[in-house]
C-alpha cells in the first residue's frame, strides 16, 4: 500500500508568473471579492426586511407567550444601551424590562467598583 504524502502550498510568489498567470489569479480575486459582496449585500437585505418587519408584527402580535420569549431574547443578546431601549416598548413585559434594568444596575455597580482600565495602582489607592 502506498502512502500518501502531504503537501502543502505556503506562499505562492507571483514573482514567477507570467502575464497569462496574472491575469488568471487577478480574475479570481476579484470574482472572490464580488461573491463576498454579493453575500454581504444578501444578508443585509434580509435584516433590512426583518427590521422592517419587526415593529408590525409586534402591532399585530396577539400571543403573549410569543411576545414574552421575543423580548426576552432580544433584550438578551442586545447590547446593554439598546436593551434598555428595546424594554421601552409599550408590549415588553414589566419584568423583563424590570431585568434589563437590574442589569444596567449591575453594570453600573461594577464599573463603580473596578477601576478604569487607564488607573496606575497609585491611583487607585490613593481613592
Known sequence: MTKLMKTSVKNISTETLNDAEKKSVDRILRTGAKAGLRADSDRRAVLKAIRDSVGTMLDKLENEAFAYDFFEAI?????????????????????????????????????????????????????
Open 75 to 127: 433584550t438578551s443578546t442586545a447590547t446593554l444601551s439598546n436593551a434598555r431601549r428595546i424594554a421601552k416598548h409599550p408590549m415588553c413585559p414589566s419584568d423583563i424590562a424590570a431585568a434589563v434594568e437590574a442589569r444596567a444596575a449591575e453594570r453600573k455597580s461594577r464599573d463603580a467598583e473596578e477601576p478604569s482600565k487607564g488607573a496606575t495602582a497609585e491611583a487607585v489607592e490613593q481613592d
